[in-house]
Every structure is written in C-alpha cells, then in structure tokens.
C-alpha cells in the first residue's frame, strides 16, 4: 500500500500581509470594545455610586476603592491591559496597511507601541497599587490614602491623563492614509479630527471635554478601521 504525500505550498508574503491586517481589524474591533466597556461601566455603576464626587479627597476615594474592589479591579485589566495588548496588534497591521507611505508608518509604529506601553504600565500600576492599598487599609487607613492618591497621579499621567503619544499615531496614521488611500478619506478625516482633541488634552481647561471628544471619537474610529482591515486592502 503506497502513502501519498500532500505538500502544502508555502505561504506567500501577501497571506502573511492579509492574516497580519484581519488579526489587526480583531484587535481594533476589542479596542472598541474596551472603550464601550469603558464608558458603559463608568455611566451605569461607578459614577451614580459617586466616584466623580470623590475626586480630589484621598480619604473618600479610599473609601469607594474598598467598596468597590472587583469592579474597580475589572474595570482597569480590561481597559488598559485587555486594551493594550490589542493595540500592539492592531498597531502592526496598520502599519503593514500603510507600507505605501513607510517614512510614517514606521513613524506612526513607534508612537503606537508606545501608547501600548503606556496603557499596559498604566493598567499594572493600578492593580498593583490597588491590591497594595486594600492590604495596607486594614491597618493604617491613612497611609493607605496617601498612597492611593500618589498612585492614581502616577497611573493618570501614563495612562489618559494627557492623550498626546495616542493623538501623534493617529494623526500619523490618518496622514498617511490620506497620501495612499488605504484607508477611506472618511476614516482618515475622524483620525485627524480624534488625534487634534488628543492633543488639547495638555491645555487643563480644555482636558475633560477634550478627552471625552478623543474617547467617543475613537470608539468610531476602532470600529470602521477594524472593518476596514477585515475586508482587506482598498480598491482604489
């Protein structure tokens, strides 16, 4: 009796290109779920329990950490960790999008991992802090104040307090895609217009409605970009 082999033929750099963007247009569609998550859970649970209310009082913000400990502790391994593990994917299909203008995709790259790497450090300092804080609660509640306020200025400022290294890769992104049509010139607009209220987010009067505008505007943008990636590269 004879065996017969099947030899499969090699992968070709264009289904490596294809697999690399739908994994891509995955992750982009997880960021947007990360960032519905996001604003769902702060509009139905954390802020009618009063979490805006006590910002600005260490005592009080204690007191909200400890009562609401696992959503707290959800809340920020999905945003940021689930979050930036996504983004390094999403950013690397992009990249290979935009090979048609490389000077900015690689540029457009560097500024993406980055932002991933903010968020994932973000996300850690959080959860770390926040299991360090519950422990040392139980016994000197003031400390444990002091320091969760120490530890939500230093998670603040790298993840979302100031959106800037978020707004450059977009606005990279969207410059790119503009001069190469891989992506449409609608998407490319949102981008610019999401990566310009990133930015303002450095001006303290204009950061809280800056910020929101850059979070709801990226939910769009995650989502049409992520169908974009899925369908495969633009006939143009």
Do not use: C
Not at 115 to 142: E, I, K
Not at 182 to 203: C, D, E, K
Request: charged fraction near 10%; aromatic fraction near 8%; glycine fraction near 14%.
């Amino acid at each position: 009796m004879t065996t017969t082999t099947v030899t499969r033929p090699p992968s070709t750099p264009s289904d490596a290109s294809a697999a690399l963007e739908r994994g891509a247009g995955v992750a982009a569609l997880v960021k947007a779920a990360t960032y519905l998550v996001g604003f769902g859970v702060m509009g139905a649970y954390l802020a009618p329990r009063g979490l805006l209310d006590v910002q600005g009082d260490p005592a009080a913000s204690l007191q909200f950490l400890l009562d609401n400990q696992g959503v707290m502790y959800g809340w920020y391994l999905v945003l940021y960790l689930v979050g930036g593990i996504a983004l390094v994917s999403l950013v690397l299909g992009v990249r290979r999008r935009l090979r048609g203008a490389p000077a900015l995709a690689r540029t457009a790259e560097v500024f993406g991992h980055i932002w991933a790497g903010l968020l994932l450090a973000s996300g850690m300092v959080h959860l770390v802090g926040q299991q360090a804080v519950v422990a040392l609660a139980a016994d000197d509640r003031a400390t444990a104040a002091t320091v969760w306020a120490s530890t939500g200025v230093v998670q603040d400022a790298l993840g979302g307090g100031i959106e800037v290294v978020g707004a450059v890769w977009v606005l990279l992104v969207s410059v790119a895609a503009l001069r190469t049509r891989a992506f449409s010139l609608g998407l490319a607009g949102l981008g610019v217009a999401v990566g310009v209220a990133g930015l303002w987010t450095v001006v303290p009067a204009a950061a809280g409605v800056a910020a929101s505008a850059f979070g709801l505007g990226f939910v769009v943008w995650f989502v049409w970009a992520g169908i974009g990636l899925l369908r495969g590269p633009r006939r143009r």
